[in-house]
C-alpha cells in the first residue's frame, strides 16, 4: 500500500519501477563528480552504485505507509552526516585512532 500524499512535490515520484531506478540514477549522478574529487574513480563508481541502491530504500521508505516521507528523510540526514564525519576524519583527523586501540 502506498503512503498518503503529503503535498505536490512529495508526489512527483513516478510510479513504475524502471522510472523510480531511473530517479535514483539522477540523484546519485551528481554525487560521482564529488566523489571523484575525493577518491579513486573505481571508489567513486562504487559509491554511485551503493548510492543507487540507498536511494531506491529511500524511494521505498517514502511509500511505505509504516515508514513514510519523515522516516526516510531521517534515514537521509543519518547517512549524510556519518558521511562527513567519515570524510572529516580521513581529511582531519580529529580522533587520533592510535590512541583508542
Known sequence: RRAPELGPFLG???????????????????????MNAFVPWYLAI???????VLGRIF???????AFGFLTG???????????CLIMSQMYINWVDIRRVR
Open 59 to 65: 524511494i521505498l521508505c517514502r511509500e511505505h505507509e
Open 12 to 34: 512527483c515520484i513516478p510510479r513504475e519501477e524502471a522510472s523510480k531506478f531511473l530517479v535514483s540514477c539522477y540523484y546519485s549522478s551528481y554525487h560521482f563528480v564529488v
Open 73 to 83: 528523510w531521517g534515514i537521509h540526514a543519518g547517512a549524510d552526516a556519518a558521511f
Open 46 to 52: 562504487g559509491g554511485f552504485l551503493g548510492l543507487v
